[in-house]
């Protein structure tokens, strides 16, 4: 199988103008509950690196905002994952505690971000909440609850904007969709 840049399906504009809602909302609900307190955000690697760097961007200068990445790599080919997953690299922090915001590119089988949710909340965050710039609902093997979702998206491989097929093209403005080319 391989694949082409197809359609666009959220422009550079739509995508901007959704991450500053997105903001908003987290601004709303972390502002009413948590006053006083750090916001954990963490950023999944490598495909979620473009979508955190402008949400933390949106949030504003009256949250305490700490910023830590993970890097993890799923076991499985280049389309699908397999639920395993790989810590390449670990929080440099505790978040013991702490108010914590996982952020993902895409939950697609849920796989990945239930396994996540099994490591951190192992290490008793104070609260621990889901941010995903796309969801693929119709996919979902696992129930995973998600408590920020930029968009809906139907059962396509999508690219661009941090999102990667087989390590190419995430430095695409736009998401699109990958085109099957049958050769
Ligand atoms: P899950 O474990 O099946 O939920 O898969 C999550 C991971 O698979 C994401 O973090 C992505 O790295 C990758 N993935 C799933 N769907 C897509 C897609 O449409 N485009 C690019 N990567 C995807
Ligand atoms: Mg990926």
């Known amino acids: 199988m391989n694949y082409k840049i197809g359609d666009i399906l959220f422009t550079r504009d739509q995508i901007s103008a959704r991450v500053i809602e997105i903001a908003e909302e987290i601004r709303k609900?972390?502002?009413?509950?948590?006053?006083?307190?750090?916001?954990?955000?963490v950023g999944i690697l490598?495909?979620?690196a473009i979508f955190v760097a402008d949400l933390v961007r949106a949030l504003g200068h009256d949250i305490d905002v700490r910023l830590d990445f993970m890097i993890i790599s799923s076991y499985g080919s280049d389309t699908k994952s397999s639920g395993i997953v790989r810590i390449i690299k670990d929080l440099d922090t505790y978040?013991?505690?702490?108010?914590?915001?996982?952020?993902?590119d895409i939950i697609d089988t849920g796989l990945?971000?239930?396994?996540?949710?099994?490591?951190?909340e192992r290490r008793s965050p104070a609260s621990i909440k889901v941010c995903t710039l796309l969801n693929k609902?119709?996919?979902?093997?696992?129930?995973?609850?998600?408590d920020y979702c930029g968009f809906e998206i139907p059962d396509?491989?999508?690219?661009g904007y941090g999102l990667d097929y087989s390590g190419r093209w995430r430095h695409l403005p736009d998401i699109r969709i990958a085109e099957l080319v049958r050769i």
């Not at 609900?29 to 955000?41: M, P, R, S, T, Y």
């Open 29 to 41: 609900d972390f502002i009413k509950k948590n006053v006083g307190q750090e916001l954990f955000v």
């Open 46 to 48: 490598k495909g979620s």
């Open 95 to 104: 978040i013991e505690n702490k108010n914590v915001i996982i952020v993902e």
């Open 112 to 120: 990945t971000m239930s396994y996540l949710l099994s490591i951190l």
């Open 137 to 146: 609902e119709e996919r979902r093997k696992v129930p995973v609850s998600i």
């Open 156 to 159: 396509k491989f999508v690219i």
